[in-house]
């Protein structure tokens, strides 16, 4: 079939969305579906922001979905959650995401998730029960540092001995926890001895001692616990990164992402615990993360995705896998690592790309339901290109950074599709960051 009669027929099947769509086609194809994964072709994209809030307060509000998870570090998305839940001194979201200082800080530091932020502030304002109240997790490992440091106050609080052996455990780091890669570099070529045994031992011993530190607040216990918990995990995996990191891009890339799963699959049994129900969750990350890896060249290189990871444990009747994609626009990306956020313009789709053929169908937004649509999977079927953007855009040399090839009607149950986006808005606004450095021929109206 020619490109041209794909695009007649995808046209056919795409439903169009209004500037104040409320999803409601897509809440029907979530069903009761308790993990839904909302993706994103960048990390720095507003409208991509935008329509997973509109999602997620729907799945919220209709569907009683209990909490957020998002690819970012545990203990930066831990503040926020505790000012939504009114269980903070922070006084507005913007203190709230005062936590996330580490290089990319736009990606949650911006205009719309403090409207996010602000919504579940609200809505949790109504709900008198503390432990019904929807929370804000991170499912990410870099935080090892902060992570140590909040595994050693709780245990201060609740058993000061305890805390003495974790600062010991955690001491084999050195100064080397300030500069994980360093760590996981020296450890890796035998210039520093490895501290696998000890976050291994630490978190062990939390795991172990539930019923004792229970005892500490009945109010408070099971969550401070759980917390604690999960900050030691954070310590564990992130120390296994750190030394993978020079072993392999896929071997690093599969320890963080299981690392996501590990933290889905604690939050779900935590919360079931709390509630006594089954526990639903929806979680924003990239496409790259969501989208099942088995899909595309990159899982056939050996890597593997949180979305897989999900389907395969709770199989695709549990699980909705939703991904985004843009033609052209302008994004917040940085051009390397620990840069500076920079507006950047977003080239056209490469016209071997899914985007490209999405752009064809001359719609400004659509929404495009796989999941059921043997037809749909069929013009979908046929290995394209399509882009990932993180948070460094490379346009220079965009085909090998950011595009891999792909089959979408095995990788998703649906695709948003916005022809031009614009870029997330900064709350740490720098000067590399103004809409002055878009050349004058540059459409309008993004």
């Known amino acids: 079939m020619s490109d041209r009669s794909v695009v007649d027929a995808l046209r056919k099947e795409a439903q169009a969305l209004g500037p104040h769509e409320h999803f409601t086609s897509l809440l029907q194809l979530i069903g009761d579906a308790p993990i839904v994964l909302l993706g994103e072709a960048t990390h720095g994209t507003r409208e991509f922001y935008t329509l997973r809030a509109e999602i997620t307060r729907r799945l919220i509000l209709e569907k009683g979905f209990e909490a957020v998870a998002v690819e970012a570090d545990w203990p930066d ?69 902060k992570s140590m440091d909040a595994v ?11 805390a003495q052996i974790a600062r010991k455990r955690y001491g084999c780091f050195g100064h080397l926890a300030e500069n994980p890669q360093r760590y996981g570099y020296a450890a890796t070529f035998g210039m520093n001895q490895d501290c696998e045994d000890e ?153 071997d790309s899914f985007e490209h053929l999405f752009h064809e169908m001359n719609l400004n937004r659509f929404l495009l339901p796989v999941r059921g649509k043997e037809r749909v999977q069929g013009y979908l079927c046929e290995s394209r290109l399509e882009r990932a953007i993180g948070v460094i855009y490379l346009p220079e040399s965009e085909r090998v950074s950011h595009y891999f090839h792909a089959d979408m009607s095995r990788q998703f149950d649906a695709v948003i599709h916005v022809d031009r986006t614009a870029a997330v808005q900064p709350l740490d606004h720098s000067i590399h960051w103004s809409h002055e450095e878009m050349p004058e021929t540059y459409p309008s109206g993004i």
């Open 77 to 145: 998305a831990l503040r926020v959650s505790r000012y939504v839940q009114h269980a903070s001194a922070d006084n507005t979201a913007d203190h709230a995401l005062g936590g996330f200082q580490r290089f990319p800080q736009w990606m949650w530091r911006n205009t719309e998730v403090v409207a996010l932020i602000d919504w579940l502030r609200r809505h949790n304002h109504g709900i008198h029960r503390p432990e019904w109240r929807v929370g804000f997790f991170g499912l990410d490992l870099y935080s090892l540092r």
């Open 152 to 162: 050693i106050r709780y245990l201060d609080k609740v058993d000061p001995k305890a």
């Open 199 to 351: 976050v291994v031992e630490q978190l062990v011993y939390l795991m172990s001692e539930r019923a004792k530190y229970l005892e500490w607040d009945v109010e408070t216990a099971s969550d401070e616990l759980f917390y604690a918990q999960q900050n030691a995990r954070v310590a564990k995996n992130a120390e296994q990164y750190y030394r993978s990191m020079f072993k392999g891009r896929d071997e690093s890339w599969n320890v963080r992402d299981i690392h996501m799963a590990e933290t889905l699959e604690a939050l779900r049994q935590h919360l079931m615990r709390h509630k006594g129900s089954h526990a639903k969750i929806v979680i924003w990350a990239h496409n790259s993360h969501i989208g099942d890896a088995r899909a595309t060249e990159m899982g056939a290189h050996g890597q593997l995705n949180l979305g897989q990871l999900m389907r395969e444990r709770y199989g695709a009747d549990e699980t909705r896998l939703v991904g985004f994609t843009t033609h052209a626009g302008t994004v917040s990306a940085a051009s390397d690592w620990d840069s500076p956020v920079e507006l950047k313009q977003v080239r056209p789709s490469r016209p």
